[in-house]
């Protein structure tokens, strides 16, 4: 067996060891819902890449800055050709050395140069909503395990007591206390029960592979939930802070500046532009470089240009430009509105789940003593054995819905929170290490040598004079 199909089968191998219940020795345990929450938000493969991307895209700004400056631009040049000329020399070379500097562009430079800075704060905040669902997806599948791993142990329980009840109604059959009919009632309902808790073994196993896939770990011992941090108790604050930090409404806000500043770039295509350029070469014969000097030259170019016709193609671009923005206001509104529905639908799902878990815990009470008030009437012939059974799985089934609806309630918690843009690490785990994007952004922003204050005080001045300019 080769080295790459033995490393697998041992992966395989561990991973169902896993989830029929073991435990991997490689692994580390994550105890606590902050320790899935830290180790996540450090090594989940989804937000390493947004911030690898976003570090990508930091490096847009820092092109867009470089046409604010100078270039450089050395050459070298060796010809040669058949004719000879009058000295007999058939190969020439040529050194070349030249530089531009662009001074004004019709605000067309500070106009890139804003869309890529708009570009990049709108990636942030988009990085911001990855994180987010990252840990709301640590959360899901945290509660997820907790969930099913005391479903597990209810099921479990209730096809123990549900043995019991069928050894006991065969003891009771064997000396005539019941009949035939009890007994086919207890053997249906411990094979309902055997299904179920193969079931519930299934959905635990699913749960505990997401945990994996999201987490990067096996989940082991569990500890109950803490409270989540600032939950909102009322509506109307949850939509104000939901409107103001939700990081895709913020990052369409971003992208709807960066779309504004295009347009005002393609619009500078119409007006003048001004540079400077300056060339030094060197011309000889290649056998010959004696008195190099005497053979070169150089030259400097201040140069105006103004744009006269493109056959539509400038004002093409202008309507393109603003067709764009256009829809990127659209989607503006479009996220506005997506904000209010999942506020509100996240208010609903929560203040719902909080009133079925008061519920279900009173059920729960309900239950439990119903079930055993039946058991003790059952043993003095008050009670029918079908009676004991139905009032065994009403209780089993108020278990089930509590701690369904205890998860709900939290998960609906956190998507609030996320709504708000305020489930982040930080919040949740105030000990961890939190990746800055701005920090990147603000060591690379500035590279390259560039006179950008110079160029964009002098280009600026012609950002607003273009918008009423039409192509001829």
């Known amino acids: 067996m080769s080295g790459a199909k033995s490393v697998r089968l041992r992966v395989g191998l561990s991973v169902l060891a896993l989830l029929a219940g073991g435990s991997w020795a490689g692994l580390a345990s994550a105890e606590t819902l902050t320790d899935a929450i830290a180790m996540a938000y450090a090594s989940n493969p989804t937000i390493q890449r947004q911030r690898a991307l976003q570090r990508a895209q930091d490096e847009t700004y820092v092109q867009a800055r470089s046409s604010l400056g100078p270039s450089l631009n050395a050459g070298a040049d060796?010809?040669?050709?058949?004719?000879?000329?009058?000295?007999?020399?058939?190969?020439?070379?040529s050194l070349t050395l030249s530089a531009s500097q662009p001074i004004f562009a019709s605000g067309a430079l500070v106009s890139t140069l804003d869309a890529a800075k708009a570009d990049v704060l709108a990636g942030q905040e988009g990085l911001r909503s990855v994180e987010q669902s990252v840990l709301l997806n640590v959360i899901s599948v945290y509660t997820a395990v907790r969930r099913d791993q005391e479903a597990l142990r209810i099921r479990q329980e209730n096809y123990e007591v549900l043995k019991r009840?069928?050894?006991?109604?065969?003891?009771?059959f064997s000396v005539g206390d019941n009949t035939r009919t009890d007994v086919a009632q207890s053997e249906a309902r411990l094979a309902a029960s055997q299904a179920s808790l193969a079931q519930a073994k299934a959905q635990l196993?699913?749960?505990?592979a997401s945990y994996i896939a999201i987490v990067g770990q096996a989940p082991t011992n569990l500890e109950p939930e803490t409270a989540l941090p600032n939950v909102?108790?009322?509506?109307?604050?949850?939509?104000?802070?939901?409107?103001?930090?939700?990081?895709?409404?913020n990052s369409a806000l971003f992208a709807e500046a960066a779309a504004r500043a295009r347009v005002k770039a393609a619009r500078s295509n119409l007006g003048p532009t001004v540079g400077l350029s300056a060339s030094y070469g060197a011309f000889a014969p290649t056998n010959d470089f004696n008195n190099l000097d005497n053979r070169d030259a150089a030259s400097a170019t201040l140069r105006l240009s103004i744009p006269l016709f493109s056959a539509g193609f400038n004002t093409s671009r202008i309507r393109q430009a603003a067709e764009g923005h256009m829809a990127q206001k659209m989607t503006v509104e479009e996220s506005r509105r997506g904000v209010i529905q999942d506020t509100s639908s996240s208010w609903a799902q929560m203040v719902a789940a909080k009133s079925a878990t008061a519920a279900n815990q009173e059920q729960v009470r309900a239950t439990r003593l119903a079930a055993e008030g039946v058991k003790m009437e059952f043993q003095v012939g008050l009670r029918?054995?079908?009676?004991?059974?139905n009032a065994e799985q009403e209780y089993r089934s108020a278990q089930?819905?509590?701690?369904?609806?205890?998860?709900?309630?939290?998960?609906?918690?956190?998507?609030l929170l996320a709504v708000m843009g305020s489930l982040n690490a930080r919040e949740l785990v105030p000990q961890v290490e939190v990746y800055d994007p701005a920090k990147n952004f603000d060591r690379v922003k500035n590279k390259g040598m560039t006179i950008e204050p110079v160029i964009r005080a002098i280009d600026g001045l012609g950002a607003?004079?273009?918008?009423?300019m039409t192509e001829k």
Do not use: C, H, M
């Open 78 to 93: 060796v010809g040669y050709n058949d004719l000879p000329d009058l000295s007999g020399n058939r190969s020439s070379t």
């Open 165 to 172: 009840q069928l050894d006991e109604a065969n003891a009771r």
């Open 205 to 208: 196993d699913t749960s505990r």
């Open 232 to 249: 909102p108790t009322d509506f109307d604050l949850a939509l104000n802070a939901a409107e103001k930090y939700n990081p895709d409404l």
């Open 384 to 389: 029918t054995n079908i009676e004991v059974l």
């Open 400 to 415: 089930l819905a509590l701690i369904n609806a205890q998860r709900d309630e939290y998960v609906a918690s956190s998507q």
């Open 464 to 468: 607003g004079v273009t918008d009423g």
